[in-house]
């Protein structure tokens, strides 16, 4: 998918959304961005999906999240998994990560770590700057996360939805060194995630 424009990816989104409102017969009106559908349920409960394919302010998104909440319309955010901008594992932003003694623990399992951006984790944790930042294990807890999926030679074309599961950094081998270290054993990682798929959503 690096060969896709941003608008391109943009438009599989909008294109895939729009053919399932067809089926359903949702009726799907322009949103205030480029990049974003609305539609009403049977409750005249006004949702706008917001559809992300590269990476821009968070800034931007905030401004958009608050302005529809003061009138009363929920947000909902798609993001591209392109692996480049979105869904980007750990290594590739940081091949040294892979001898990274303080995540030991999940040797064999580095390669799926997830290193989520500010948008990712900002949509993630439900629009809430502060708990983005000042989470636990406990705030992930039926969390998800929503990722439209284009067709490739071994997927096919739709919506995948993920849990979160914690990262966590094991600094024992510090202690072991110099026992005088006055730092905590474990440190939950506020930007590292595995990403588990929620099946038959």
Do not use: C, W
Request: proline letters at 3%.
């Amino acid at each position: 998918m690096s060969n896709l424009k941003p608008k391109e990816k943009l438009q599989l989104m909008i294109n895939f959304y729009e053919g399932i409102a067809k089926e359903k017969n949702i009726k799907l009106s322009k949103g205030n961005l480029k990049n974003s559908l609305r539609y009403e349920n049977i409750y005249n409960t006004t949702t706008e999906l917001v559809f992300l394919a590269k990476k821009s302010p968070l800034n931007e998104l905030i401004e958009v999240v608050s302005k529809n909440k003061r009138d009363s319309i929920n947000t909902q955010i798609r993001f591209f998994k392109d692996y480049e901008n979105f869904f980007v594992r750990m290594v590739q932003t940081n091949i040294s990560k892979r001898e990274n003694k303080s995540l030991k623990n999940y040797r064999g399992r580095i390669d799926k770590i997830i290193a989520l951006n500010n948008l990712e984790r900002f949509t993630l944790f439900g629009f809430d700057k502060f708990l983005m930042r000042n989470f636990n294990t406990k705030h992930l807890e039926n969390l998800k996360i929503f990722y439209y999926q284009p067709k490739t030679a071994r997927l096919n074309e739709g919506i995948r939805t993920f849990k979160p599961e914690p990262v966590i950094f094991d600094y024992t081998h510090k202690m072991n060194l110099n026992p005088r270290i006055k730092l905590n054993q474990e440190e939950l990682s506020k930007t590292y995630f595995f990403l588990e798929e929620i099946l038959n959503n």
